[in-house]
């Protein structure tokens, strides 16, 4: 791996950390104007929106069968929509810090 690659991939890291350290106060000011189930519903909306348009961008292929549509529902919802749920209604209950403590 050249010099170049590593310095791109520490940065991709350090960054990926800062968003997600900063996510529970940007939670937290956003959960001030917008309730806390809204919030959920909007994150996992647009997380969909966001695999939606990339699987047309690449043009990759859909679920073909009911079986397979059936256990990407079911991944989504235990996924993404009950732990979306889950995790701001906690954040919405304590402090940004808190959350975070807990979540480590």
Not at 37 to 66: D, E, H, I, Q
Request: proline fraction near 5%; charged fraction near 15%; hydrophobic fraction near 55%.
């Amino acid at each position: 791996m050249s010099q170049t690659e590593r310095v791109r991939v520490v940065g991709a890291l350090l960054s990926a950390q800062l968003f997600f350290g900063l996510h529970y106060l940007a939670g937290k000011i956003v959960m001030r104007e917008i309730p806390a189930p809204a919030w959920a519903a909007m994150r996992a909306v647009g997380a969909a929106a966001v695999m939606l348009s990339l699987v047309a961008l690449l043009r990759l292929p859909l679920p073909r069968r009911p079986r397979d549509w059936a256990a990407c529902g079911f991944c989504a919802v235990f996924g993404v929509v009950l732990n979306q749920i889950c995790f701001i209604e906690g954040l919405a209950r304590t402090s940004a810090t808190h959350s975070a403590l807990i979540n480590a």
